[in-house]
């Protein structure tokens, strides 16, 4: 498929499908699917590990987090053992964001996350979709893919959806899961993932033909 400038971004909840279903769309168009590779080129960029930039991703370091960082920036002492200290949230996100725009700036690209739908938004040929499942099914993924109990997912799914809200709404001002957002908004419960692959690719198809 030739697009040089398609910009899909794809929104999720943690246990929707939002990996699969970018990577099957990448396949099937025939263009890149960036999720570590945004992790490894960020965190080259900030001299950090990759797994740094992982653990902070779509969300906000503590209260604890923020004073701490704070009082070894006032350390002259630890200044001198530590002098590249870890970013905060908005250079995260800022490194971040550059990265996105750059990429999508020079080929197509389906982005996973990271508040590309807003991002991109006025990317000339940007596609947004955002994907939710049902709880139950969620919570069944989450089980099955971490090797968790059912207690276990429950709770990682209430911490990472209060995470990914906190943070969307911090650097985008907005409610993220808001459907007036996305070209296109399914739930994997109701047509499978594979379903919503399907319909995802008839909507990016419809909307860059017109």
Not at 140 to 152: A, G, H, I, N, V
Request: charged content about 30%; glycine content about 4%.
């Amino acid at each position: 498929m030739e697009n040089e400038d398609l910009a899909i971004t794809i929104s999720h909840l943690i246990g929707s499908g939002g990996a699969y279903v970018g990577e099957k769309l990448a396949d099937r168009l025939g263009i890149p699917f960036l999720d570590r590779e945004i992790i490894q080129s960020v965190a080259q960029q900030l001299n950090i590990l990759e797994s740094e930039v992982e653990r902070r991703e779509e969300r906000l370091t503590t209260f604890w987090d923020n004073f701490n960082r704070s009082m070894i920036g006032l350390s002259p002492i630890i200044i001198a053992e530590f002098p590249q200290l870890a970013p905060s949230d908005s250079e995260l996100f800022k490194t971040e964001c550059e990265t996105i725009q750059k990429i999508a700036s020079k080929s197509s690209a389906i982005f996973l996350g990271r508040c590309g739908w807003d991002i991109l938004k006025n990317h000339p040929n940007h596609v947004s979709i955002l994907l939710t499942a049902n709880h139950s099914d969620r919570v069944k993924r989450l089980c099955t893919l971490y090797e968790l109990t059912e207690q276990d997912a429950r709770k990682l799914i209430k911490t990472n959806d209060q995470e990914r809200d906190a943070y969307n709404k911090k650097f985008t001002q907005k409610n993220w899961v808001d459907a007036r957002y996305y070209d296109l908004c399914v739930n994997t419960s109701s047509t499978g993932w594979d379903g919503a692959v399907e319909i995802a690719e008839k909507c990016i198809l419809a909307k860059i033909k017109k």
